[in-house]
Nanobody, 127 residues
Framework: QVQLVESGGGLVQAGDPLELSCTAS????????MGWFRRAPGKEREVVAA????????WSADSVKGRFTISRDNAKNTVYLQMNTLRPEDTAVYYC????????????????????WGQGTQVTVSS
């Protein structure tokens, strides 16, 4: 059983950066593909970014491409989401998720391929 705990959320101004972290316990972190998702007020949860077990394959949504970067440190059991040039429309609860085990270079953008979820961290971007 994998437990995921997100941290790093908060209130920032438009244009500011913020880095989210998600630390895993209870499993072999390097066996899992990881993803970041978000749910904005009044909207469904959507995928933001995903990363393979090895960390060499990544994907990000068009809405955040060029601004957000997903990375992982398997030695620290942690996945990160570096968010730059934040916009008010990035305001949401951000969740990390773990899926697998999958092949080393596989990542998923499908929520149903993630079996473990964190509780979420709030990110609020003021204009």
């Amino acid at each position: 059983q994998v437990q995921l705990v997100e941290s790093g959320g908060g209130l920032v101004q438009a244009g500011d950066p913020l880095e989210l972290s998600c630390t895993a316990s209870g499993g072999t972190f390097s066996r899992y593909a990881m993803g970041w998702f978000r749910r904005a007020p009044g909207k469904e949860r959507e995928v933001v970014a995903a990363i393979s077990r090895s960390g060499t394959s990544t994907w990000s949504a068009d809405s955040v491409k060029g601004r957000f970067t997903i990375s992982r440190d398997n030695a620290k059991n942690t996945v990160y989401l570096q968010m730059n040039t934040l916009r008010p429309e990035d305001t949401a609860v951000y969740y990390c998720a773990a899926g697998g085990p999958y092949s080393r270079e596989y990542y998923s953008t499908r929520q149903n391929e993630y079996g473990y979820w964190g509780q979420g961290t709030q990110v609020t971007v003021s204009s």
